[in-house]
């Protein structure tokens, strides 16, 4: 995004030319951002660690068309279902290019996440006597909790740790590998995604340490050589203006220093290393562009726009912060006023005391920023209100990557019973 004399542009494009064309909400997303995104992250991990791959967790975006960027850029996909494998198979993409991490599998799950012949990561120990039931994965994989985990956004995604629902817990470790190898399972793999959205480069070489330390138990002691090991996602980005960003280069130094230290002390083969991020990628190279419907003078000033907890979940789900610009306004004084949409619940009153352009008015567009992960894929229709419009710009060029929902989809697969419809 650029601001060139207050009017706001998406690579080269204006956003009035985005809300012309397409009306509002539309969820945008530069992808020359995504490509440079991948690339600084990719290039620093390889730089320090040479056998190095990116899985993108489609479930943070999962337009086909922000997946095949990161496919031509070199990921393989990480899926939390088995429509997101199916996901990966629309992109031509399958067998030990996708990563299957579900959790709490329903016994339909295991079968298709089975037939599908990507790599199984299982979620606990209790999964492998029903997996062995339809059959014996080549690849096998355990997510660990490594007993710790960490999240810029509260508690709401620490993903690890004794309060949270997923992965195997670490005094299971060995015996999960052993009852693994027993079954005759001979390719293992292992996984942790202990947090999302975290900046402080130190943490990640933390829980890899303590990843490493369980995994290198296991390996020495039941002489597995592990093909890779998966760091999980996490890699965080800023929301607020002026918050220090996550330093990737030191990140990635810091974990193939703690990972190599850690390969040479449990005598481990050295596997490949594999991170899945996904708001790395796209989340700052997704924008929200909405427009002010309404202004009332209540209690306070409230600014309504079409930007409603349905369209944008964060803020009612996290209390997470977003930042807004005003098209054209930017340069104006500014004073506080609330923000919100237009669904009838108050927590669809996202934002208070935001420092507003003080001329805003029923007509002007506004640019939600950082709207690129857990955006879109968490949108929802509520008081009828359906899901937005995906837009990709490149350059000046823009393409429209998903047509906004029509009222035919609030109704469709639904069935009225004949005595009702009289
Ligand atoms: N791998 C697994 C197994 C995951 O569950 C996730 C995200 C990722 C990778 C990607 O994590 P990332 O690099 O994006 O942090 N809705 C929340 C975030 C939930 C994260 C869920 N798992 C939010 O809007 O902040």
């Known amino acids: 995004m650029r601001i060139d004399n207050q009017h706001i542009f998406l690579e ?33 991990f390889k730089k320090y660690y040479d ?41 031509g993409m399958g067998g ?13 799950d295991i079968r298709q996440g089975l037939d599908s012949g990507v790599i199984f990561n299982l979620d606990d120990v209790s999964l492998l006597p029903r997996v062995l039931t339809f059959g014996k994965p080549d690849v096998l994989s355990f997510r660990i909790n490594p007993g710790y985990g960490r999240s810029n956004v509260g508690d709401f995604v620490t993903n690890a740790g004794p309060k949270a629902k997923f992965g195997l817990h670490p005094d299971q470790v060995l015996d999960a590998y052993a009852a693994a190898k027993e079954a005759g399972i001979t ?16 943490y990640f070489a933390f829980v890899t340490e303590l990843l490493m330390d369980l995994i290198g138990r296991a390996g020495k002691e039941l002489k597995i050589d592990f093909e890779f090991i998966d760091l999980g996602g996490g890699l965080g980005i800023p929301y607020k203006p002026h918050e220090p960003g996550l330093h990737i280069e030191e990140a990635a130094k810091k974990v193939a220093i703690m990972f190599k230290e850690k390969l040479d002390e449990y005598g481990l083969r050295p ?45 009612a789900m996290y209390d997470a912060y977003h930042h807004i610009y005003v098209n054209g306004r930017e340069d104006e004084p500014r004073k506080p006023v609330g923000l919100c949409g237009q669904i009838c619940e108050n927590t ?24 690129g992960a857990y955006g879109y894929v968490m949108s929802y229709q509520y008081n009828g209100r359906l899901r937005p419009a995906e837009v990709l710009v490149n350059g000046r060029e823009h393409y429209l990557i998903r047509e906004r929902e029509g009222f035919e989809e609030l109704t469709r697969g639904v069935h009225v019973p004949e005595h009702l419809a009289l």
């Not at 397409?22 to 620093?44: D, L, M, Q, S």
């Not at 490949?272 to 989340?283: D, N, S, V």
């Not at 669809?348 to 709207?371: H, K, M, S």
Request: proline share 4%; net charge negative; glycine share 8%.
């Open 271 to 315: 596997p490949r290393l594999m991170m899945e991020p996904a708001r790395y990628f796209t989340g700052d190279a997704g924008y929200l562009v909405g427009r002010v419907h309404a202004i009332k003078d209540s209690y306070t000033r409230i600014v309504g726009t079409d930007i409603g907890m349905n369209v944008l979940a964060r803020p």
């Open 51 to 91: 056998d190095f791959r990116f899985f993108y967790a489609i479930k943070a975006c999962n337009n086909l068309a922000i997946a095949h960027i990161l496919k031509q850029e070199g990921a393989g996909i990480d899926a939390a279902s088995v429509n997101e494998i199916l996901l990966a198979k629309q992109l």
């Open 12 to 44: 080269d494009v204006p956003v009035t030319t985005i809300a012309d064309t397409y009306g509002t909400p539309t969820y945008v997303y530069e992808e020359n951002r995504i490509r440079n995104n991948f690339r600084r992250a990719f290039a620093a």
């Open 187 to 202: 390719r293992f793999g292992a996984h942790m995604m202990p947090g999302s959205c975290v900046t402080d480069a130190d």
């Open 348 to 371: 669809d009153y996202w934002a208070r005391d935001r420092e507003l352009p003080e001329g805003t008015q029923i007509g002007d567009i506004v640019v939600v920023e950082n709207a």
């Open 96 to 108: 030990e290019d996708v990563m299957f991490s579900g959790n709490f599998l329903s016994d339909e």
